[in-house]
């Protein structure tokens, strides 16, 4: 009794492989792109929202105190009657931008700017890393404007 196994090689050929690799790579140049851009907003979502909580903190003190509060980098956190003084806002959640970010100017024509920027020296939050080159400013009309390119190409006021 002598029985032969069968001698056929089960695998894939060299055209099927490359087949799959040249799928792979057409999903990864459309995929890529995609993510960066995802990225990219998510950071600046986060940064409008620390924005948006200054100008809400803002208009809070406009309206008990009757003027736009300055506020330097760092003292976001602080409260309006500590020295310095500050809006009391809490930054220690947020992933790319904390309160070392985050600063308001007083504008005659929009009562203030907040600027939220990434290139803040003392910003450590856990993917600070992320966003040296970010900045956000948004007036106190609600205008926001964005940049990712360390201030050199800025979108338009929207």
């Not at 993510?35 to 948006?52: C, D, F, M």
């Not at 003027?67 to 009391?88: C, F, H, K, R």
């Amino acid at each position: 009794m002598n029985h032969r196994k069968s001698s056929r090689f089960a695998g894939f050929t060299l055209v099927e492989l490359m087949v799959v690799v040249i799928i792979i790579g057409i999903l990864a140049a459309v995929a890529v792109p995609i993510y960066i851009s995802q990225t990219r907003r998510a950071k600046v979502t986060e940064a409008l929202a620390a924005l948006g909580s200054c100008r809400s903190a803002e208009n809070v003190y406009k309206t008990e105190k009757n003027v736009y509060l300055a506020v330097a980098a760092g003292d976001v956190g602080n409260e309006s009657t500590s020295t310095p003084p500050g809006l009391g806002l809490d930054f220690t959640q947020n992933t790319y931008f904390d309160a070392n970010c985050v600063s308001v100017v007083l504008n005659a024509t929009y009562g203030f700017v907040s600027t939220c920027d990434g290139t803040a020296a003392g910003n450590v939050a856990p993917r600070a890393a992320d966003v040296n080159t970010y900045q956000i400013e948004c007036r106190g009309n609600g205008q926001a404007r964005v940049s990712y390119n360390s201030g050199t190409t800025w979108t338009s006021w929207e």
